[in-house]
């Protein structure tokens, strides 16, 4: 019982940081049905610029607040990473809109590798590790000297992820901006001609994309406090799947997807072996999609015309 | 004379054809194509201020291409498209609904997987919410169908409850033009005639301008102040609604053989 307490907390921490990068893939497969390949490298790339920004405040300007740092590192890391989003859209995708439907998914892996390409040669390939930020936590109980430790990173991840989501389904279901999103989801031509500017409207869910993956590169390298160029790989992979398990273009699906690929993984290492937690994941993701073919909350094509 | 000098006096010579007034919308020798494919050939169409005008044609005959070009989405390939005194040919889509034009296009395209409401939120959208409340009361007026599903969504209603949603939703942008692409597509005579006559109230007492397209060429020619006949992307004839109506050729391609004709009207 107490290993389980255990991991299930490591499993929805690690869940909460797949499902925000989850939400990026889904809102932009949402808006033009393209898989964004390079958006796990954007969330490296985050990671990067917040280890780069923690050290500079702290080593440079002798920051000594925690929570200051923190919140300025989170603040500099979505804004620059917003940045790159908004530019890869520019340069990468949005010319090709119109194109055929390989084009810029193609145009999407060649980001991938240029991201990590580029980041290995200015900032090396070795892992780069960083002083943790925020330490410490409770013990929530203990037996039979098994103490089941909640970390305050692991507590502050999940808050950062239920707040981040709320505020999203919020944004995109109740406001004028979240309207247009969907208005362009569903009739592209349609909506511009309800004067709509589509173009924008795709930007800035690009923008909104990165930003969150901002987040989680923030909380990522927080919680393991080590990152390298290769990083984008392996949690972009991870959450692209829970995007597609929890029902791609839902965001709280991107979410609870996210969290059932953390907590399958976990427990997996756990109870099992830790060399096939991939293998359990990726398992339990083609048996779900067998079944439920548009993902758990996804929804399924019928439509009356 | 300069050749900018013709173009003027051509332009006011067909303004002068048009009822003395600019036209608030001028279509000049448009061409618009699929690939290498003409749908319109040298398209030439004036709706003035205040105007009822309906575009009558066959199936393909690019009634629907031309809603479309003047909202540049094709844009046109050559020729010209000025509204208000100004060129819109190549301005973006939603560049040119901004400066007061509405469609509701074929098909109806509702946003199928939003509600009633939200759908008429969109075509609210470009004054953020201003008038809201007061057009949505005043469409709801109009269709008071559309008022008794504000909560449902709008792709599980039938198709003429779709076609009033649209025209409804095209109306919340407050347009002083309004397109109206088949309005009467597959609706029931008796919810066409509520459609016609909202059209002319909208005209009336509005003052708003309407171009519309029509397979429904008795009513949509009965209601209109001029009219147009599109064949092959070509107008063939244009003239007031009561001329075409009657003139033998477009009485033998349009109004009879099965069309909703005079019969029992």
Known sequence: MDVFVQQLINGLTLGSIYGLIAIGYTMVFGIIGMVNFAHGDVFMVSCFIALITFLILTAWLGVSSIA???LVVLVVAMALTALWGWAIERVAYRPLRGSFRLAPLISAIGVSI?????????QGARNKPTPPMLSGGITLFERDGYAVFLAWKQVLIMAVTAVLLTGFWYLVQRTPFGRAQRACEQDRKMAALLGIDVDRTISLTFVLGAALAAVAGVLYLMYYGVVSFSDGFVPGVKAFTAAVLGGIGSLPGA??????????ETFWSAYFSIEYKDVAAFSILAIVLIFMPSGILGRPEVEKV | MSVAGINVLVEETRAIQAGGKPPLLAVRDVSTYYGSVAALRGVDLDVADGEIVTLIGANGAGKSTLMMTIFGSPQARSG??????RDITRLPTHAIARLGIAQSPEGR???????????????????????????????CALFPRVKERLNQRAGTMSGGEQQMLAIARALMSRPRLLLLDEPSLGLAPLVVKGIFDAIRELNRTDGMTIFLVEQNAYHALKLAHRGYVLVNGRVTMSGTGRALLDDPNVKAAYLEGGHAGPVGA
């Open chain 1, 68 to 70: 200051l740092a923190f």
């Open chain 1, 114 to 122: 240029f991201l990590s390409n580029f980041v290995q040669v200015v």
């Open chain 1, 255 to 264: 979410v609870l997807g996210g969290l059932i690929i953390g907590l399958i």
């Open chain 2, 80 to 85: 010209t498209i000025t509204y208000d005194g």
């Open chain 2, 109 to 139: 395209r509702v946003f199928p997987r939003m509600s009633v409401y939200e759908n008429l939120q969109m075509g609210a959208a470009l004054h953020d919410g201003r008038f809201f409340a007061e057009d949505l009361e005043k469409v």
